[in-house]
């Protein structure tokens, strides 16, 4: 099984990288076996990791404990769920794959019933009249909201009060020193209510300065992060596959 695994992956890395010289179809079927792949186990982490720990699971077990508002109120981030999924008319797979699921994985819960019988409610009306599917512009406005209001306290906490803190230490040493007037030269350089001449000029020059060796270590990271893969897809293929590097 190890050597049809190696040569399965060599094949797959080649028809891969055969795009390099132009598009064929070895490569067409590596993408493809790719995506496909990628989706199923998108679905099947969802499943795993969200719908069945948080949803199917938290039900039985409220349900178990007499607790039925909290077991039935799982039902309204489920509903926005089927209501998203509406705008691109993905009811009928997603009822498709849930169905599925449930007989791959035996599990026939209420709940679950429930959420096929509502994604049978939403694709008929999206069926009929297409234009309805602007109902699917609430959920997304309830993650648009989380999401925002999530990233930035965030933001605040991970990234805005660490650089202040880092920028107001004492200028002891020239660490201290680069990154206070790396700071400030930035920030007057996206100061726009007054030309940028004489003092100010100067400063936002700076300013430039050292938003292009961010920009400069920020694709030099991307750029080396990318050969690593590339020599490690190289190292298997000349270590792994064809013994030539020992």
């Excluded at 509406?86 to 169905?99: D, G, Q, V």
Aim: proline share 4%.
């Amino acid at each position: 099984m190890n050597i049809i695994g190696t040569w399965v992956a060599a094949t797959l890395t080649i028809g891969i990288l055969s795009f390099l010289y132009k598009d064929n179809p070895l490569y067409k079927a590596a993408e493809h076996l790719y995506v496909g792949t990628s989706a199923g186990f998108a679905i099947i982490y969802s499943w795993a990791f969200d719908v069945y720990p948080m949803l199917v699971e938290k039900f039985n077990s409220n349900v178990a404990a007499h607790n039925h508002v909290e077991a039935w109120i799982l039902l309204v981030p489920a509903a926005l769920g089927v209501m998203l999924l509406s705008r691109s008319n993905l009811t009928l797979p997603a009822l498709a794959a849930l169905s599925l699921l449930m007989l791959i994985f035996r599990q026939f819960s209420v709940i679950l019933i429930v959420l096929a019988v509502m994604c049978i409610a939403m694709f008929i009306p999206t069926l009929v009249n297409p234009r309805i599917e602007w109902i699917s512009r609430w959920p997304i406005a309830f993650t648009v909201g989380i999401g925002s209001g999530l990233g930035i306290a965030a933001s605040i906490q991970g990234f805005l009060l660490p650089q202040i803190s880092d920028t107001l230490r004492p200028l002891v040493n020239v660490n201290n020193i680069v990154v206070f007037v790396g700071c400030f030269a930035t920030l007057f350089y996206f100061y726009f209510s007054k030309e940028h001449k004489g003092a100010l000029g100067g400063v936002s020059r700076i300013g430039i300065i050292f938003i292009m060796v961010g920009f400069g270590a920020s694709f030099g990271y991307t750029v080396m992060s990318r050969i690593s893969l590339l020599i490690g897809r190289f190292y298997f293929l000349f270590h792994d596959w064809l013994p030539i590097i020992r």
